[in-house]
């Protein structure tokens, strides 16, 4: 290609760039992303992977955000037609039919396991995600414990990483975003639309700024999971409310302290969740509660009424998931929180979505 036309297609591609509030080194070749989401280990899932690639999202010159919700819900169908699936619940029994007859259900045990088809149960999802600035990628490490402690303080398998932000500022700052990656291991029957409900959530953000959430900690398949004990002492900033139910907005930004990176990263899922059948993803799953806040945000669970006002919250602080986050996900057939109960039988929240029961 000519010099003078290299310039003209550069010249473009930025012009583009800044009409969209798209940094111009993310938009790659014309009407290409950055990365779609892949498996790291296509080998061991070849029919998932190859599943992953035929439905792979479309990326166009200033599409539409109804042109956009079209080609997700178009690649939504074809993934379960590919799939051979039409409720997500069935990709649960599928899964529990490989368990052991004796024992507790294990994500440690049925991610080696083999569907009949073949492909491996765990696979490690790459998903493209927003990072904010200053993000610091920390490890994190899983196993079948009874406490998280014992994963933090002991060897056990890498199970990917989170990013870490500790200024709200930064956290808000989507202007200053960067293109990033996320590794969720998740069962392979799931992976594709899994991977499509992340990179939707990415693809919104690369077309419009406002709309960019950053994915900083997302959980797939595990047991319990933490970061390594002992590392450093670590400062985080969330939002500490008035109290711990009510609907109240008006939040005060508090400094939270804790020892190390394991305190502030770490989990444990109950026998029967979805996790342990890697088929359920929390979206920036923190442990702020505890720490001298009060409903501090964003927290694993939340029995707030506030916790509902999604879109409220989001702006509050951008680690929430926006009320759209969630339609997409009952778009792809995902159960929502506030479809079943928790505690005691109340309706409790927290940014999660997960195959269902039955």
């Known amino acids: 290609m000519p010099l003078r036309s290299v310039f003209r297609l550069t010249t473009a591609l930025a012009l583009l760039a800044g009409l969209m509030g798209i940094p111009a080194a993310a938009l790659g070749e014309p009407g290409r992303p950055p990365s779609h989401p892949y498996l790291l280990e296509a080998a061991q899932a070849p029919r998932a992977a190859k599943v992953m690639r035929q439905v792979a999202l479309t990326y166009a010159p200033q599409m539409s955000p109804s042109e956009r919700d079209r080609d997700f819900l178009t ?75 014992t994963v933090a303080t002991s060897p056990h398998r890498p199970c990917g990483y989170v990013w870490h932000v500790g200024k709200l500022r930064s956290i808000n700052d989507k202007t200053n975003y960067r293109i990033g990656r996320l590794q969720i291991e ?17 693809r919104e953000g690369y077309y419009d700024v406002n709309r960019r959430v950053p994915l900083l900690v ?77 409903d501090g945000s964003p927290n694993p669970i939340s029995d707030s009424i506030r916790q509902f006002n999604r879109d409220g919250m989001h702006k509050l602080d951008a680690r929430n998931m926006p009320g759209w986050v969630y339609t997409a996900a009952k778009w792809l057939g995902c159960r929502l929180p506030q479809e079943w109960f928790y505690y005691n039988y109340n309706t409790t929240d927290w940014e999660h979505v997960d195959v269902g029961t039955k």
């Open 75 to 149: 690649k939504v169908r074809r993934a379960k037609r590919l799939l051979g699936i039409g409720r997500l619940v069935e990709m649960r029994h599928q899964t529990l039919n490989l368990r052991p007859l004796f024992g507790e259900v294990s994500w440690e045990d049925l991610r080696r396991r083999r569907f009949a088809n073949g492909d491996r149960v765990g696979v490690t999802l790459s998903v493209p995600v927003w990072v904010p600035a200053g993000a610091k990628k920390i490890k994190t490490y899983c196993g079948f414990e009874k406490k998280w402690r």
């Open 186 to 202: 998740i069962n392979s029957k799931f992976a594709p639309l899994a991977g499509l409900l992340l990179e939707y959530i990415f």
């Open 218 to 294: 997302v959980r797939g398949g595990e047991d319990t999971f933490a970061a390594k004990a002992g590392s450093m002492p670590v400062a985080a900033e969330c939002l500490s409310f008035p109290d711990e139910k009510g609907a109240d907005l008006g939040a005060t930004v508090t400094l939270c302290q804790f020892q190390d990176w394991a305190a502030m990263y770490h989990g444990r899922h109950s026998p029967g969740s979805n996790h342990r059948l890697g088929l359920a993803l929390d979206l920036n799953d923190y442990n702020f509660r505890g720490n001298g806040v009060k």
